[in-house]
């Protein structure tokens, strides 16, 4: 647990700048530290906990991500479109 809050601020940054807004970011976070927590023993190696994390973070933005496209697409009638601008971070 301690590794996750050494990341955590660095995580909640990333998700932020995927998502935009706070909410979403603080839900990615959250099911990122969740799943992470669940699946730890499928870490092969421990020195690579960083990489894998942002990972799983990275995952779960695009599945909010889709979420919100699905449910735009079911609102309006009209195919999913991007309904805002995503910041590529890398």
Not at 37 to 54: C, D, G, M, N, V
Request: glycine residues 2%; aromatic residues 14%.
């Amino acid at each position: 647990m301690s590794l996750v809050k050494h990341f955590e601020e660095s995580l909640y940054r990333m998700a932020k700048s995927i998502l935009d807004k706070d909410e979403n970011a603080a839900d990615a976070l959250q099911e990122t530290i969740l799943k992470a927590y669940q699946s730890i023993h499928a870490l092969r190696e421990p020195k690579f906990f960083k990489t894998w994390i942002f990972r799983i973070l990275i995952n779960q933005c695009n599945t909010i991500l889709a979420g919100c496209f699905a449910y735009r697409s079911l609102l309006t009638g009209s195919p999913c479109r991007f309904p805002f601008t995503v910041k590529n971070t890398f």
